[in-house]
């Protein structure tokens, strides 16, 4: 979707901070903000902030706030205001009253900047939809402009609003692009179930926004995914082959970052691209070791990841950008610490990648007939194949490894097991 918004519109962002929030969670909220509006090309000017114990139903802040953020836009000539939280359509409506400045909450943000990020047709139809749906309650009052098209002879009725008009026009749109992701969920779907018939073993790469996925997903399979030090850098999820050192074939997805009270609108209008993460056989979860609010991204991850029912599958916690400041991971957690910007690095990944990928699998133990080369070949790419000796008395290839359960090949080395060689056929 274009974006007519302004380059660098000067920003004044305002949060309300309410008991079930910690000072050092606020705070790093605020930077996260502040970071997000400048994802969607914005100027952060200042921050203003109040606590409360309750936010005030009409308009998030109190009286007096409300007049001291007022008074600011005048002084510092501000072109528009953030709020870190979401706003009811009333409150949307009586902020930009009393401040008489464009008033936009955390999640019109997100969608803003998903807007600027999505390329594929699919991702511009999931944010289209989270936009949409978003729109609909705060219609009321706006007089927002909409398009006449689908409209068509006897579908107005007499005395009709031009808002009546508006809502159901959106609706109709929503109900346009649900059908339109139905179909392109089916077709991603029937694309997984032949990739599992293809025998290939998946891995997604998950992580809070901008903890380095895509980098790494750059430097694992030597993709051209994009990579930037911003949030939510990917939008649209990139599947590429991965060679383990085993010579072990496996395919790698670089997802979207999650992130902190990531709107459910947008969590449900990309379900299906989420989909890839609740397919794969391993999930590799990257953390920027250095962030202050690390333990908190890694919370957010987890309980997305649960809301997904991808919470069963095995993890693989990664602790990246080890080369910034950052105070010790151990013992807390089972993991690795990397740098993208290390070349032995890489090697340790792929190595803790692949020990990962074997903790999930079943040995074996076969003997394969020298009339059966594909067999061998599948064998090299299709499982961690350890150990392949030539036996002179039995003419015959002893084969020792592991086989993930879920591939198609398993059933044939299960065969094999108690069967003993594979005669050819």
Not at 5 to 33: H, V, W, Y
Request: hydrophobic fraction near 35%; glycine fraction near 6%; proline fraction near 4%.
């Amino acid at each position: 979707m274009a974006n007519d918004k302004p380059i660098n519109e000067r920003t004044l962002l305002a949060g309300c901070q309410l008991p079930d929030r910690s000072d050092t969670l606020f705070e790093s909220s605020m930077k996260e903000l502040a970071a997000l509006t400048e994802t969607a090309q914005g100027n952060p000017v200042m921050e203003v902030s109040q606590k409360r114990e309750r936010v005030h139903p009409a308009t998030l802040f109190g009286k007096g706030k409300v007049e001291e953020i007022r008074n600011l836009i005048d002084e510092i000539e501000v072109d528009l205001v953030v709020v870190n939280h979401e706003l009811s359509p009333s409150q949307m409506r009586n902020l930009t009253d009393a401040l008489e400045v464009k008033v936009i909450d955390r999640t019109q943000l997100i969608l803003d900047i998903f807007a600027q990020r999505a390329n594929s047709k699919e991702g511009k139809l999931q944010v289209e939809l989270a936009q949409l749906e978003y729109l609909l309650p705060r219609l009321a009052g706006k007089g927002i402009q909409l398009s006449r098209l689908g409209g068509g002879i006897g579908t107005r009725g007499p005395g009709e609003t031009k808002l009546e008009t508006d809502r159901r026009h959106i609706r109709n749109r929503i109900n346009d692009i649900r059908t339109q992701l139905k179909n392109v969920s089916s077709h991603r779907k029937r694309y997984r179930e032949r990739r599992k018939l293809n025998q290939v073993h998946q891995i997604a790469l998950v992580g809070y926004t901008n903890a380095g996925k895509s980098t790494w997903f750059n430097q694992l399979t030597e993709a051209d995914s994009f990579q930037e030090d911003q949030l939510f850098a990917t939008l649209d999820p990139m599947t590429r082959k991965l060679k383990l050192p085993s010579g072990m074939m496996t395919l790698v997805t670089d997802t979207v970052g999650f992130i902190q009270d990531l709107p459910t609108g947008l969590v449900a209008a990309f379900r299906s691209t989420l989909e890839e993460v609740s397919e794969a056989d391993l999930i590799v979860h990257m953390v920027d070791v250095s962030h202050s609010n690390r333990d908190k991204h890694i919370e957010t991850v987890l309980r997305l990841l649960k809301e997904l029912g991808a919470n069963e599958i095995p993890v693989l916690t990664v602790f990246n950008k080890k080369d910034r400041p950052h105070e010790s991971v151990y013992p807390l957690y089972d993991a690795i610490e990397v740098s993208a910007h290390r070349n032995s690095d890489r090697i340790e990944l792929l190595a803790a990648i692949e020990s990962a990928v074997k903790a999930t699998m079943v040995p074996f133990n076969i003997k394969v007939g020298t009339a059966d080369g594909k067999l061998l070949s599948q064998l090299q790419t299709l499982t961690i194949l350890q150990k392949r000796q030539w036996d002179d008395t039995e003419e015959v290839y002893e084969c020792e490894g592991y086989v993930h359960a879920s591939l198609p090949i398993y059933d044939k080395i299960e065969s094999m097991t108690t069967r003993g060689v594979q005669d050819s056929e």
